[in-house]
């Protein structure tokens, strides 16, 4: 059964940092790409940044860029997101998937985590 769990989420003040990290259990890890996506309250769910299966990374939003960094570790079998400089708008549910290639569409996606909240505010 394939299932994707995250953590590592929390409360941080602006200009703070978390290590968010995807673990992944009944598929081989390394074969597929995964993404993080973010949901704001109100908001729609977003792409923030992808690693693919031969670790190119692609970000999604350009607000993270600079600030946010994908990697993956195929012993542990987890992908990360390590966020710094973390402002009030990164405030929302992370959620890590996995699909064949990277894409910005929710729908391609076959398999999410339940999410971790993130909340940046002093």
């Known amino acids: 059964q394939v299932q994707l769990a995250e953590s590592g989420g929390g409360k941080v003040q602006p200009g703070g940092s978390l290590r968010l990290s995807c673990t992944a259990s009944g598929f081989t890890l390394g074969t ?47 992908v990360y997101l390590q966020m710094n400089s973390l402002r009030p708008e990164d405030t929302a549910v992370y959620y890590c998937a996995t699909a064949e290639a990277c894409s910005t569409y929710v729908y391609e996606y076959d398999y999410w985590g339940q999410g971790t909240q993130v909340t940046v505010s002093s």
């Open 32 to 78: 597929y790409a995964i993404a993080w996506f973010r949901q704001a309250p109100g908001k729609e769910r977003e792409g923030v940044s992808c690693i693919s299966s031969s670790d190119g990374v692609i970000d999604y939003t350009d607000s993270v860029k600079g600030r946010f960094t994908i990697s993956r570790d195929r012993v542990k079998k987890t």
